[in-house]
Each structure stands twice: as structure tokens, then as C-alpha cells.
């Protein structure tokens, strides 16, 4: 199975901060790297697909990038909706496996 | 627009099965995997397998094989996934979510989730 590993774990930030996450596969996936953002007691909400590419309606703040084995999510201004865990998840091969998920709090 | 509803809550004995219906509506069913990802509480997700909602044809994975079925039916345009063998461990929010028409294994629509929790 591809390991997929996020970091950090958790970040505290603030509005309209620029931030990072990253999302490392263990083995090279080309670019079949999904980014999907949660919020407590609701489903994941698919943000990116194919490393890049912005899903319909997802705010253009939102960005990734990436290719092989090392992946980023960014997030160019932080907005208060932001405020969530955050999970990469490949979809290389089967089974399709997810990263541990990034918490991103309000600093 | 694309809604997957699913069925309430479940309390199970450890040792029981557990079948999970998810209903969906605002596009065509039989165009469309239908995968089943699962989240134990304060958990990551964790994929399960997924069903050919046109050809019923299936792959788990394989930490399931054995006890985890799908199955659909294209008159109601529902899926199925039915646990067996239940665990405490199995004790988590299931949800059904379909491919993206783009995208293989790109989930793009969600259920709600379906808690099941599990006793001994």
C-alpha cells in the first residue's frame, strides 16, 4: 500500500495568513494527488484534484502543486471558513489511501 | 444537483452485520463508481472499495476482503455496503461518495454518513 504522510499534523494560524501543508507518498504517484478539506461532524469536501486542478466552485485561494512524491496545498489568505483538517489522498493505485489529515486552528 | 442521502444510525453486537443504504439523485447512477470510506472517531478516513453502479462489478480492500460486500440497485438508484463480523473497531462514520466524471478514485460528492457503533 502507498503510505501517504502530512505535515505538519496541526498549525495555528490567522486570517488572512498564506499557509503551507505538505503531503509526501512513498512511492512516486505522478500527479494522482487529491486534497480534501473536513470540518467537524460534516463529510470531506473535495477541494484539488490531480495535484493542480481546482474543483468547481472551490474558492481560487486555494492551490496545489506537485508531482511524484511531494505534494503542497496552500491556502493564499486564510479566511475564517478556513478553519478545518485538511487530508491529501491518493488515487494511484488500489487501495486508495489517505494522509493522517492536518488540523489548521485559529492562532 | 448531485445528493447522496444515506441511512440513519446503527447499534450493532459485536459479531453482527450491519448494511447501509445510500440513495442518489441529481445525476445519472449507472455512470458512476460509488466507493465507501469509512472514519473510526477522531480518525483519518480510510478507503474501503467501491462498486460499477452499471455493472455491479466490485474491488475492496483487502484489509475488508471477506467480510465487506457492495451491491446496488439501479431501480432506486441505491447502494449497498453491508459490514459482517463486526468488531469494536469497525465502531465509525461511513460514507458513500462517488467518482468524479473526470477523475478516477476523486471523490466528488458525498453522503452525509451513516454512524454505526459497535458494542460487546
Known amino acids: 500500500d502507498i503510505q501517504m504522510t502530512q505535515s505538519p499534523s496541526s498549525l495555528s494560524a490567522s486570517v488572512g495568513d498564506r499557509v503551507t501543508i505538505t503531503c509526501r507518498a512513498s512511492?512516486?504517484?505522478?500527479?494522482?494527488l487529491n486534497w480534501y478539506q473536513q470540518k467537524p461532524g460534516k463529510a470531506p469536501k473535495l477541494l484539488i484534484y490531480?495535484?493542480?486542478t481546482l474543483q468547481s466552485g472551490v474558492p481560487s485561494r486555494f492551490s496545489g502543486s506537485g508531482s511524484g512524491t511531494d505534494f503542497t496545498l496552500t491556502i493564499g489568505s486564510l479566511q475564517p471558513e478556513d478553519f478545518a483538517t485538511y487530508y491529501c489522498q491518493q488515487n494511484f493505485n488500489t487501495p486508495r489511501t489517505f494522509g493522517q489529515g492536518t488540523k489548521v486552528e485559529i492562532k | 444537483q448531485v445528493q447522496l442521502v444515506q441511512s440513519g444510525a446503527e447499534v450493532k453486537k459485536s459479531g453482527a452485520s450491519v448494511k447501509v443504504s445510500c440513495k442518489a439523485s441529481g445525476y445519472g447512477f449507472n455512470g458512476y463508481y460509488m466507493h465507501w470510506v469509512r472514519q473510526a472517531p477522531g480518525q483519518g478516513l480510510e478507503w474501503m472499495g467501491r462498486?460499477?453502479?452499471?455493472?455491479?462489478?466490485?474491488n475492496y480492500a483487502q484489509k475488508f476482503q471477506g467480510r465487506f460486500t457492495l451491491t446496488r440497485d439501479t431501480s432506486i438508484d441505491t447502494a449497498y455496503m453491508e459490514l459482517s463480523r463486526l468488531t469494536s473497531d469497525d465502531t465509525a462514520v461511513y460514507y458513500c461518495a462517488r467518482d468524479h466524471p473526470s477523475s478516477v478514485a476523486t471523490f466528488d460528492s458525498w453522503g452525509q454518513g451513516t454512524l454505526v457503533s459497535v458494542s460487546s
Open positions: 462498486i460499477n453502479c452499471n455493472s455491479g462489478g466490485t
Open positions: 490531480a495535484a493542480s
Open positions: 512511492q512516486s504517484i505522478s500527479t494522482s
